[in-house]
Nanobody, 117 residues
Framework: QGQLVESGGGLVQPGGSLRLSCLAS????????MGWYRQAPGKQRDLVAY???????NYVDSAKGRFTISRDNAKNTVYLQMNGLSPEDTAVYYC???????????WGPGTQVTVSM
């Protein structure tokens, strides 16, 4: 059984919002930073935002002011609230635990986000 399961993606119009969820196994959720990554067609997988166990957050410039990462430690779940979506946000979104050297766990299936009229 996988350690990471993402959900909440879908088709949304430009300017719309989505909330992604990621259920993680306790073994990786409890002790590490949790992050959201995305991979657009033909591009590499990039980190979008991450959150520490104490709730401290960090975002790439393109996500600042539009995306909000949060975590529910009681549910081993990390969320990504995405507002003001644009076609450039179209990608498969993945979550993972991470440290200073990169992602730590096997990737889950991801969740597709498509922003289009």
């Amino acid at each position: 059984q996988g350690q990471l399961v993402e959900s909440g993606g879908g088709l949304v119009q430009p300017g719309g919002s989505l909330r992604l969820s990621c259920l993680a196994s306790e073994s990786i959720f409890t002790f590490y930073y949790m992050g959201w990554y995305r991979q657009a067609p033909g591009k590499q997988r990039d980190l979008v935002a991450y959150i520490a166990t104490n709730g401290t957050t960090n975002y790439v410039d393109s996500a600042k002011g539009r995306f909000t990462i949060s975590r529910d430690n009681a549910k081993n779940t990390v969320y990504l609230q995405m507002n003001g979506l644009s076609p450039e946000d179209t990608a498969v979104y993945y979550c993972n635990a991470l440290d200073d050297y990169g992602p730590l766990a096997s990737w889950g299936p991801g969740t597709q986000v498509t922003v289009s009229m």
